[in-house]
């Protein structure tokens, strides 16, 4: 298969290379993303200003191209630009740290993933629920076998949630839905040295109850949680119900 | 009603100022926005770097606060730390330019809006179809029509476009799913004057039909569009088929 990976933490993340390894060797596997760090974009693009393309050697051999933008930016430029074909398959990760729950819209792993899609691209969004001493190895290994048994749906992505555990402690895999419950959060008031106030938003936690049918709640299980999601926003039920109004056949200006 | 403004084209654009206007005087009515223009940065939140709050002021009265991060920022910090008592309802606008289709996806207007519907409050996002020598009034005034005559449904929100016409052209209202038809874009490549290559990114037109019932197509008939849109970006159908499946009782590792 023709891959090509892609992140939000960065070209040189030890996630993105774990994912290098685990396809080089056996499948087309291509690199573009973001040259630094582009957590919390979500679904951010470049367009007031230019973006530059860099390669990048590791070990003195060519690694992939580093984009100076956003991840959908890179996953833009790759397919439009930098790639001969487009590939078969695009993979953002390995994030360090979970994207669950209300975190999905943050999320720049995630958003990668959804411009994919948007290009009509198969797509898999993978992080790894931990910030400490990462070891990437059986993510990378179990994103593997699933892309390589599974045929992936065209507009839609999975995002795909790994628990930090040894492979032997992973309860299983589950289908989830994206939780909704709105997230604790608060910003913490700090004075500078120049004494002037600043803020810090600080996020942890969740205000209601995240639902057993959830992603939040399989990956706090231990188990592999794979939720698939799409990019139109459309509420569909309350348009129905919009619909039916005739409320607003004239507009009232 | 206790109503926030805020906006993506920063607290000193026009378009902001026109709701201002038309609210203040019978609504009690706070501003709250980024400092600076943050267009196309999605969803985007500040979370490795502080945040600044400064007053601001009109022709020597106090007009509101602008926050040094993205849309999105403003809202939470709105919500969190500067309101005393949180809005009955959040704008988000008015947009120099059109929110519709894919774009929404990229749209710091719309997820100003998506912010405050994760924040529990009703919110809309409103966009004027024209990026020239806009008239805002007309747009601000079916805003406070609308929202003094319809009650919204929290955790939704709506993604409003006006066309850019006389009130008298305007067609009707048309209440509209987003398009997802993929856009025509393409990469400009240009040598900067140190003979390097940069790149623009350049989105026109769709590549496929949109569809009649969309706001693509609302807003090109002259309809104002309204799209009601949420956050929880599961694709239920592919989930319900996920769950049916046996294949994965197991994980693979």
Chains 1, 2 share one sequence.
Not at 25 to 32: E, F, G, L, N, P
Not at 47 to 69: C, D, M, Q, T, W
Request: proline share 7%.
């Amino acid at each position: 298969m023709r891959i090509l990976l892609t992140n939000d933490d960065g070209i040189y993340a030890p996630g993105l290379l774990s994912l290098y390894n685990a396809f080089c060797q056996s499948h087309d596997t291509s690199v573009v993303a973001p040259e630094g760090e582009q957590s919390a974009v979500g679904h951010a693009i470049s367009i007031s200003s230019p973006l530059r393309v860099k390669e990048v050697y590791r070990n003195g051999k060519f690694y992939g191209h580093a984009v100076s933008g956003t991840p959908a930016d890179a996953v833009k430029i790759a397919i439009h630009e930098i790639l001969k074909e487009p590939p078969d398959i695009v993979i953002s990760g390995i994030n360090l740290g979970p994207n669950v729950g209300i975190n999905l819209l943050y999320s720049g792993t995630v958003s990668a993933a959804t411009e994919s899609a948007i290009l009509g691209l198969p797509a898999i969004a993978v992080s790894l629920n931990t910030y400490k001493e990462p070891d990437f190895s059986h993510a990378a290994r179990f994103i593997k076998i699933f892309i390589e048994k599974v045929k992936l749906p065209k507009g839609i992505c999975l995002n795909i949630n790994i628990p930090a555990l040894p492979a032997s402690k992973i309860k299983g895999i589950a289908f989830t839905r994206q939780a909704t419950a709105p997230l604790k959060e608060r910003f913490e008031k700090r004075i500078d040295p120049h004494n002037r106030i600043y803020y810090w938003q600080i996020g942890n936690g969740f205000l209601s109850d995240v639902g057993k049918d959830t992603d939040v709640y399989a990956l706090s299980q231990g188990m592999i949680s794979i939720t698939p999601i799409h990019y139109d926003l459309t509420h569909y039920p309350t348009l129905e119900g919009l619909l039916k109004t005739t409320r607003f056949k004239d507009h009232p200006l």
